[in-house]
């Protein structure tokens, strides 16, 4: 039902910034928390931030807090996460999520393709 696009991803240096793009597909994308989750390689997919329905309630993982930002225009269909002081560390696949009810966990029900984010040292 729900079909989400992730741009953005690029070779970037140590401490520089991007900004990736999920667009979603449908008529219900205010209704969905959305989030960002990141898997580098040989490790699992962690949790990067998260964002409720109304943009009120954000959540971030502790590696990226203070760096990262979440944001989402839902007249746009469209999630945010803006990404400063890009460390290598950081680098891996981003995936977009979106679920009914906010939660920190991999478990949403649907997910972009991903986009890589790649930070040279």
């Known amino acids: 039902q729900v079909q989400l696009v992730e741009s953005g991803g690029a070779l970037v240096q140590a401490g520089g910034s991007l900004r990736l793009s999920c667009a979603a597909s449908?008529?219900?994308?205010?209704?969905?928390?959305m989030a960002w989750f990141r898997q580098a390689p040989g490790k699992e997919r962690e949790f990067v931030a998260a964002?409720?329905?109304?943009?009120?309630?954000?959540y971030y993982a502790d590696s990226v807090k203070g760096r990262f930002t979440i944001s989402r225009d839902n007249s746009k269909n469209t999630v945010y996460l803006q990404m400063n002081s890009l460390k290598p560390e950081d680098t891996a696949v981003y995936y977009c999520?979106?679920?009914?009810?906010?939660?920190?966990?991999?478990?949403?029900?649907?997910w972009g393709q991903g986009t890589q984010v790649t930070v040279s040292s």
């Open positions: 449908g008529r219900t994308f205010s209704n969905y928390a």
């Open positions: 964002i409720n329905w109304s943009g009120v309630r954000t």
């Open positions: 999520a979106a679920n009914e009810v906010i939660i920190t966990t991999t478990g949403y029900h649907y």
